[in-house]
């Protein structure tokens, strides 16, 4: 009988369950249900809907149910920084704000009131962005004190969902190093730290590494949906399950994970906390096993996705790609900018950053787009230069994984700006490795090495040569 293993994999603008199984030693793959996603303006502060969203995933479930296709396991990844606080009775604590509002405006200054940005990247390894957890849970304390004082629990968004599904609490590694609240050495809570900073320290639960089993399915669960389920963490963070699914070995491999973000890297077996580091804006993501995710996060596809939103023409991805292959703009624009992090319109953002920087202006769509995806492969072939530069290791290859290896142009002209040879694939790279790691607990691959091998053979990769 054939056996089956669901990854549920949420994004910022979609989520969707996704069913995989292994027939002639590959890896088979199966979208069966998908829905929208957003921030939801709710008196003025963005917010996720994780009501609607948990409605979401019991649909998906349902359609299992409907096809046929029972899992063995599952588990939920999604975007990471963003939490929940649950009271006594395990009741929300306010709006679940998303990671794009500007409630953390000034509180990086109220966290180095109490500790330095280079102390605290010291004891953390994690960039500094003003979306991290640190500077979210520092704005829940200076704007409602009551709630920091009153949460019992604090769960990152995948965390609670499977909470709700087992009635088991459980705070994923992966995820869980996005709230710069880590120590690196210990891959546990810094609690110096969170009581250095007034955090309430009874809500940070202890840290569980991806394969860990939650629980099965409650049996309110089990009824509505039709069918009992294991849960077992993967990644949760879908970068962290994102890059388990680049199908290589080499250990000195940068990688791609190129979505609404790009975040552009290495796995190494140890934190870079120094300063050189830090001043480079690299960030040390909790990854498998242990692994280090040295990693700088790009604004990546989001510009794409934002400007598309505003054309006037009804156009797709790939012919967004094509019109922008054709133009000869030299505009460049630095897409690490906070002007473009959440601008009322991403071309005004875009037009007026290259009219300042004295550039010409893009009008058309497809130099707009040719401006955003130049942008985006300078970005790479700097990233790669710093990489190098920290590291003192050359690189051959570099592998994009996610959406965004769909994207021919980008590709090519990744390989242009960087020198490298491009390997691209596989497209559902999350869901592919949050099930790696059921498949993985399941004991159908022995190792990480076997699943990424088995990962190369099973889904399409295109190259693009330097």
């Not at 050359?394 to 390989?415: C, H, Q, R, S, W």
Request: with cysteine; aromatic share 10%; hydrophobic share 35%.
């Amino acid at each position: 009988m054939e056996k089956y293993y669901l990854a549920i994999d949420i994004g910022a603008s979609s989520g969707r369950h996704m069913l995989a199984s292994v027939a002639d030693g590959k890896m088979q793959l199966e979208e069966i249900y998908r829905f929208p996603n957003g921030m939801d303006n709710v008196n003025g502060t963005l917010c996720w809907d994780v009501k609607r969203l948990f409605t979401e995933i019991k649909n998906g479930l349902k359609k299992c149910k409907e096809l046929g296709k029972i899992p063995v396991s599952m588990g939920i990844d999604t975007w990471a920084v963003d939490y929940v606080l649950l009271d006594k009775d395990d009741r929300i604590l306010g709006d679940t704000v998303g990671y794009r509002d500007s409630r953390t405006d000034g509180m990086d200054q109220k966290v180095y009131e109490v500790i330095s940005q280079s102390a605290l990247y010291e004891r953390t390894g994690i960039q500094k962005q003003m979306f991290n957890t640190i500077y979210q849970l520092m704005a829940v304390k200076e704007q409602h004190p009551e709630y920091m004082e009153q949460a019992e629990s604090l769960l990152m968004i995948p965390d609670y969902f499977q909470f709700l599904l087992t009635g088991v609490k459980k705070m994923e590694y992966t995820n869980a190093t996005s709230t710069q609240l880590i120590d690196p050495k210990t891959n546990d809570w810094d609690y110096e730290l969170i009581e250095m900073l007034g955090y309430n320290r009874k809500m940070f639960r202890p840290v569980s590494m991806p394969g860990t089993v939650v629980g099965n399915f409650t049996k309110e669960i089990q009824e509505e949906v039709g069918f009992d389920c294991k849960v077992v963490l993967p990644a949760t963070h879908d970068t962290g399950s994102a890059v388990l699914s680049v199908p290589t070995n080499d250990d000195n491999a940068i990688y791609i994970s190129s979505g609404t973000w790009s975040l552009m890297g290495i796995e190494r077996k140890e934190a870079d906390c120094s300063m050189a580091s830090m001043q480079a804006n690299f960030t040390n993501e909790g990854g498998y096993d242990h692994r280090f995710r040295f990693l700088k996060n790009i604004m990546g596809l989001w510009m794409i996705q934002s400007v598309k939103k505003e054309f006037e023409e009804d156009l797709s991805f790939a012919e967004i790609c094509e019109r922008a292959s054709k133009e000869t703009i030299d505009s460049i624009v630095d897409c690490n900018d906070d002007c473009f992090l959440a601008p009322q319109s991403m071309i005004k953002a875009v037009q007026d950053f290259c009219r300042a920087t004295g550039q010409t202006v893009p009008q058309t769509v497809g130099e707009i787009a040719a401006v955003i995806y130049n942008s985006l492969g300078k970005c790479y072939g700097d990233t790669v230069k710093e990489i190098e530069a920290i590291t003192g290791n050359t690189y051959d290859t570099i592998y994009v994984v996610g959406g965004g290896a769909n994207a021919g142009y980008l590709n090519e002209l990744t390989a242009k700006y960087t020198g490298k040879n491009v390997s691209a694939g596989p497209t559902e790279a999350t869901a592919i490795g949050n099930i790696t790691v059921q498949m993985l607990h399941d004991g159908v691959f022995a190792s990480l090495p076997e699943a990424r091998t088995c990962i190369g053979e099973s889904f399409d990769i295109k190259w693009y040569r330097r």
